[in-house]
């Protein structure tokens, strides 16, 4: 811009000195007088030039903006930190996840009843040695037995003590070669019990028998 009003006021300064000239100058001044016309034009033209140059320009102003950034962290959320339970064995750990985790385990209680029939052979003991005419049989029974059978290896015959009677808590059954429900030699004894709710109990003895 300051470039351009430089050549204005010197295109101004010739147009001032062309218009003091002598209306009677000599043909040199006015050969100078026609050379400056031309200097006065060739300015005009780049002035012109200049202008429109100048005029094309569009001088933008670029606004800085500065952005920021703000990052807001929510602390609102409170964590509280489990407390471990102080456990020894499997079950105890299992314990400690139950606690933790929020789980709920359900147990079932089994109810358990205890077996309270029995059947029991007193005498003679077991791989007892006898000898006699006939050995002798005792045993102890659980109440509410309604019946007993007795079974031998010498005849394999079952046979139901006629002395025994329902309810009892005492049994006895004798065995003799007579009866043939005993022999020489290595003898078992099976005695079978029979209870009121269904269930049966057997006890077994062996015995060595002589004459």
Do not use: R, W
Not at 35 to 60: A, F, I, R, Y
Not at 131 to 150: P, R
Not at 175 to 204: M, R
Request: charged fraction near 25%.
């Amino acid at each position: 811009m300051k470039k351009t009003l430089n050549i204005i006021l010197a295109v101004s300064a010739f147009f001032a000195f062309t218009a003091c000239g002598n209306p009677n100058q000599s043909a040199d001044d006015a050969a100078k007088q026609a050379e400056v016309q031309k200097q006065v034009d060739e300015l005009k033209e780049q002035v012109s030039k200049l202008k429109d140059e100048q005029d094309g320009v569009e001088h933008v102003q670029v606004a800085k903006t500065e952005v920021k950034t703000e990052i807001k962290t929510d602390t609102s959320i409170e964590t509280k930190p489990v407390e471990p339970v102080q456990t020894n064995g499997i079950a105890l750990q299992i314990e400690n996840i139950v606690k933790m985790t929020g789980l709920e385990i359900k147990t079932e209680e089994k109810v358990v009843v205890k077996d309270t029939t029995s059947i029991v052979i007193d005498t003679p003991k077991d791989q007892s040695n006898i000898s006699g005419d006939a050995v002798t049989f005792t045993g102890t029974i659980s109440a509410g037995a309604t019946k007993i059978v007795a079974k031998s290896s010498a005849d394999n015959d079952p046979y139901t003590l006629q002395s025994f009677k329902a309810g009892s808590k005492k049994f006895t059954y004798k065995a003799a070669l007579a009866f043939k429900n005993l022999k020489v030699g290595k003898n078992t004894f099976e005695f079978t019990a029979y209870f009121k709710d269904g269930t049966t109990k057997t006890a077994t003895v062996t015995i060595n028998y002589s004459k």
